[in-house]
């Protein structure tokens, strides 16, 4: 994608996901509404934590997004309640997932701008994770489809991913960096490779993605409190990379 002789930052990946629009606070008003329905039949205290059990193991089956936890509902659902949940509720579980992959894209604020300033001085890209069907409409939906040069949607971020797009986009992992709100998925990968993070956290964080530190490298990241300050931070990084 860029000519390999320069340095510095040669391209820069963003996450979707609640770095670019809302994502988490539609799933924990889900979860809320399942936890309702289950409180009709078993009075238990932590059924977001059981909930998230039965997440966490399906990954491997189902992977991330709106699908899986529907899924992981209805089992936990039948789980909890020893088999005893009428049809009823299971299809108001149903309709919650519906519901979920209705919801328009909100971006956040200041959003469009940040990834246009970016946008301006290096190559970018889009980088997300989950339901392809999902994400595609997402992406869609957001009008920011114009401003990135490849859109990947991947079913896991690690360092095995970043490292098949970074051979992709010919692209060595020292001139790449990535912008995201989960030090798990969006930091803590790149970094391992030797590449450059700038970490936007966002007000909600699933447990999956929740207390993740980066292990090494953390010298090449950046956190920023909000996406108007990302641009700053990139060229910071961009020299040093240069240096």
């Not at 797009?165 to 995201?180: S, T």
């Not at 930091?187 to 993605?209: D, K, N, Q, S």
């Amino acid at each position: 994608m860029e000519n390999a002789s320069r340095g510095g930052i040669a391209l820069v990946g963003f996450d979707a996901d609640d770095t670019l629009w809302r994502s988490q606070d539609y799933f924990d008003e889900a979860q809320v509404r399942f936890e309702r329905i289950i409180s009709r039949h078993v009075d238990l205290a932590d059924l977001g934590r059981r909930l998230y059990e039965y997440e966490a193991r399906n990954i491997a089956f189902f992977g991330y997004g709106v699908k899986g936890m529907a899924l992981s509902m209805v089992e936990a659902a039948v789980d909890i309640t020893g088999g005893c949940i009428p049809g009823a509720d299971i299809k108001r579980i149903v309709l919650l997932a519906k519901e979920l992959l209705r919801h328009p894209v909100e971006l956040l604020d200041g959003v469009r701008e940040a990834v246009e300033a970016v946008a301006a001085r290096h190559p970018v890209v889009l980088i997300t994770k989950g339901d392809l069907f999902h994400q595609e409409a997402k992406v869609r939906q957001s009008g920011l489809a114009d401003l990135f040069r490849r859109i990947e949607i991947v079913s896991e971020k690690d360092p095995a991913t970043y490292a098949r797009l970074l051979e992709e986009f010919e692209v060595p992992a020292r001139r790449f960096l990535m912008v995201g709100n989960s030090l798990r998925s969006d930091i803590a990968p790149v970094l391992e490779l030797g590449g450059w993070g700038v970490h936007v956290p966002y007000h909600l964080t699933w447990m999956h993605e929740a207390g993740a530190q980066p292990q090494q490298g953390r010298v090449r990241m950046r956190e920023v409190a909000a996406i108007d300050q990302l641009l700053p931070a990139v060229e910071e990084l961009h020299a040093l990379a240069s240096a």
